[in-house]
């Protein structure tokens, strides 16, 4: 037998309403925030990705899935939505239509990871992009957005930790100062951090070795290099979350793995699912646009892995709606009364009604017993009795009562009891 990649997991039937449950209420959410979906390849010229992403990030120096295809181009599974949505965006001329352009997505992301409990090499996003809008108002909508989902997920106890990584220039000064301190320290660091030490020394603040996090804990503060511009956007997204009455932390040390970011980052985190306690990342990038060739746009957004809400959902008891039954089991018992519940099903169906009728030549008994295990809600039996009297006997299956109706009937009468 042929079995499953590492780190790619199967939807069984009996699960996939869970996430249909997720998926839809990223939907509603994505509604109610008046924000439309869009949909870019599985894979994109592996180019994006590095002028995106960044080729210092782990995501496109370690990986990616990149492969040539069969004219020679090299192509790569997409690690992440946020690349492909700003290349649909200046592809298609969205800078031309009426701003802000908000937009969503639901979508597989792969990164060759170790793969290990919320850490899979194939992965699910639910993400919004917002273009063409500086305002704070926007950074807080969005962030709004990404808590009404969790609210709704019964995961409002994530704690949301946001911080700002400032513009170029305020980065520029905090860069200096952030090698001026880890300078003397490379020494107790672990081989990573002295890589970042040149190639950008703010991720040092993001590793997770012990050792390293006991240094940067002593390292200067991005917020005391903010220039104004950058701390009165800081001030101002954190005044309209505590007016909403959303609470958050301040951490200076999210920093967040990909290079676009500028200014407002932010994160949901839980201690329930392990080392990895991210849920749902996200923060400003003013100048991906530009960089992947479209006019100066300022944009903002989050991604919420699926499958990591879902561990963190079994892991703390968040309930998921019932599974949705079959609503009725069209019995026969010979060929013309089978003949009859097959039709009968079929107008059921037709009219909305979930149905379900004998496909593996069951007994009547066994149909019962089938119907039983599907949890059908009804059982109607049609008998060479109730046929020839164009009749069919309907059974509550919870609370026994039974009936005999004309089949044209079947449809007003469930449609009364359900
Ligand atoms: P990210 O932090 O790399 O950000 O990923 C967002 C979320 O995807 C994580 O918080 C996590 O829940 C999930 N995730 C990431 N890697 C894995 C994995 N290997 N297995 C399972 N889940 C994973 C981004 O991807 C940005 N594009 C978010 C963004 C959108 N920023 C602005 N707009």
Redesign the pocket.
Known sequence: MINIPKGTKDVLPSQSYKWQYIEDTARDVARVFNLKEIRTPVFEHTELFKRGVGEGTD?VGKEMYTFEDKGGRSVTLKP???AGAVRLFVENGLSSTPMPVKTYYITP?F?Y?RPQA????E?H?F?I?VFGSESAETDAEVIFAASSFLGKLGLSGTRLEINSIGCRSCRADYNRALREYFEPRLGDMCETCRTRFSSNPLRMLDCKEEKCREISAGAPSILDYLCPDCRGHFERVKALLEESGLAFTVNPCIV???DYYTRTVF?FVSDAIGA?G??????R?DGLVEQLGGAHTPA??????I??LMLLMDNIGAKYPEEPKVTVYVAGMDEPTRAAAFSAANRLRADGISAEADLMSRSLKAQFKYADKLGAEYVAVIGSDELSENEITVKNMESGKSERIKINDLYAYLKKEI
């Open positions: 995501v992440e939505g946020t992301a990164r990871e919320g850490r899979l090499r992965f996003q993400g992009e967040r793995g990909l994160e990895q991210t849920v749902c990342g996200g923060g990038y903002v957004g989050f991604a919420a892995g499958e990591r």
